[in-house]
Every structure is written in C-alpha cells, then in structure tokens.
C-alpha cells in the first residue's frame, strides 16, 4: 500500500512516499514560508511517477500555522480527487530521531512558549502554553538525560537540540491502525484560539 506524508510545519519542508516497508520517494527542503513553489513541484513529481496513494497524511503541528494550512489544503485536494484514506497526525511527533521518548519546546509568539513530551511517537503530553519563566522551571526539572528538541532556534533554551519533522516518519506511523489520527476535517493544531483582527469602522 502507497502512503503519500506531507510536512510543512517548520523550516524545513518535506514530502514522502513509503510502499509497505520501502520509501520509494523523499524530498526535503528549506521551507520560505513565503514562496511554496517547491512543495508544489516536488508533490507534482510525485503523483507523476507513483499515481494516487492509498492512503494521504499530513502533520497537523504545531508549527508553521501558513504552512500547515497549504499541506492541509493540498491533501484535501488529492483526496478528493483520488477518493484516498486522509489522516493528520502532530508533526511533532515525527521529528527525525531515535529516541523513544523526548520533549518539545517552542516558540508560541505573544512572550510565550510551549512545552510537549512525545513518547513513542505519541503525545504523552499535549502542547501546553507557559511564559518563559515557567518553561525555564520546567526545563529545568527534566532529566538530564531527555532529549529536548525544537523546531526553530531558541537561544534562549540551549538545552533545545535543533531537529525538524519528516514525512518520511509519517508516512511510517501511519501504518499503525492502533494510533489515534486525526480524521477529516483537518485543522492544525491551535496552541490558542485564532486572533482575529477587526477592522476599524
């Protein structure tokens, strides 16, 4: 069975096809949140040479909110089109690595910040917002011997290893029926309510 993942929710961009246990197609790329011209040219490259997939995932974040929402988009157009299985999935989840267990932190804007922990590969604990101060008590508090990942630099956190998601890593946990996706409609993941900003009269 085909799984076609789609991943924008950082810096670094990436689109994968896995077939049973191979991964027939990978890119990555420095994903400008502004220019999303090579996603579109790599997913074009993609659907040319494997045709429609049996089942689609993208990550949900958090993250890139611009970012996540063309993925979101771009996944709902092909499963329109292909009738495939859609899922989403935390992005965070699927970050490069081999630890079984690691934290997350990131930069929520507004002075705050959020802390996750994924435990194979599953949310043990859900992105909570904090200030500074709160995140660097909770920081603190982590055994020494956790990895603490984010996903744009904090200079602020050194203890924070640079790492990104990957499709590739999706694409390989969607083989899992046990795991708790996301079923459509998808959203990305809100670390907040939506600001709105109304227009003066």
């Avoid at 290893?161 to 079923?183: G, H």
Wanted: charged share 25%.
């Amino acid at each position: 069975m085909k799984m076609l993942a789609l991943e924008l929710s950082s810096a670094r961009g990436s689109i994968a096809l896995v077939d049973g246990d191979k991964i027939e197609f990978e890119r990555d790329w420095p994903n400008d949140r502004k220019n999303s011209g090579p996603f579109f040219e790599y997913l074009a490259e993609v659907q040319k040479q494997f045709g429609n997939s049996d089942t689609i995932i993208t990550g949900l974040g958090p993250g890139s909110y611009a970012g996540t929402r063309i993925a979101i988009s771009a996944a709902i157009g092909l499963q329109i089109a292909s009738q495939s299985r859609l899922v989403g999935y935390p992005s965070i989840c699927a970050i490069e690595c081999d630890a079984p267990e690691y934290c997350v932190i990131g930069d929520a804007r507004r002075n705050s910040y959020f802390y996750a922990r994924v435990c194979d590969r599953n949310l043990a604990e859900p992105p909570t917002l904090m200030s500074e101060p709160e995140l660097r008590e909770k920081v603190a508090k982590i055994d020494k011997k956790m990895p603490i990942f984010a996903t744009e630099k904090l200079p602020q956190f050194d203890q924070a290893e640079l790492r990104y998601p990957a499709a590739k890593m999706l694409a390989q946990l969607v083989t899992n029926a046990e795991r708790n996706f996301a079923r459509p409609p998808l959203e990305p993941m809100y670390l907040r309510e939506p600001h709105i900003t109304i227009p003066k009269k």
